[in-house]
């Protein structure tokens, strides 16, 4: 593999546990949606920010047509109702990036794209790998009535509306050995 074709994938959860594009050395890729999960004025989105504004972060939207292969992949294993838009982006932008040939890699803690990149193929990186051990809480939610529920409810349904419930990772908290 040339260096050069090696393309470096940011989800949310990498801005979230803490990486600085800055301090990787290649050209880092991420998609437009990621930016709408950070908060506002937090320290990964001041870091996003600065990150596009010296060019080491660049913000590609993905071919739709990756994006619709993304989406019945990921019904067809099961892992779908887990995947929010920018999770999806960021798969499908690593996915266009393979079928140009390139070398695309997710940085990512997320199990859900993990498990999707790997039975697509693509590669990804967790977040220990940048010396970043944390775990993620995640939020349960329903995005038509906006009921929380907890992480290990069993169904994918609101069950006061029936809207399929969605995930985001809330906080972080360090790994224990
Ligand atoms: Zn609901």
């Not at 932008?93 to 990512?108: C, M, R, S, V």
């Not at 009535?145 to 992480?151: E, N, Q, V």
Request: charged share 25%.
């Amino acid at each position: 593999m040339k260096e050069q074709e090696k393309r470096i994938v940011l989800d949310t959860s990498a801005f979230i546990a803490g990486l600085d594009p800055l301090s990787i050395q290649l050209t880092q890729y991420t998609v437009p949606e990621v930016e709408n999960e950070l908060v506002q004025h937090s320290l990964p989105w001041t870091r996003f920010k600065t990150a596009v504004e010296l060019e080491k972060l660049r913000i590609i939207s993905p071919d739709p047509h990756c994006v619709e292969m993304v989406r019945v992949f990921s019904k067809s294993i099961g892992d779908l109702l887990f995947l929010s838009k920018a999770d999806k982006q960021i798969l499908a932008l690593a996915l266009e990036f393979k079928n140009l040939g390139q070398y695309p890699e997710i940085i990512t803690d997320d199990y859900s794209i993990q498990n999707v990149a790997n039975k697509m193929g693509i590669k990804f990186v967790p977040l220990n790998t940048f010396g970043i051990r944390f775990r993620f809480h995640w939020k349960l939610y329903c995005p038509a009535c906006y009921r929380k529920y907890p992480a290990d409810f069993t169904s994918k349904q609101c069950s006061i509306c029936g809207t399929t419930l969605k995930r985001k990772p809330i906080k972080k908290t360090p790994l224990e050995d």
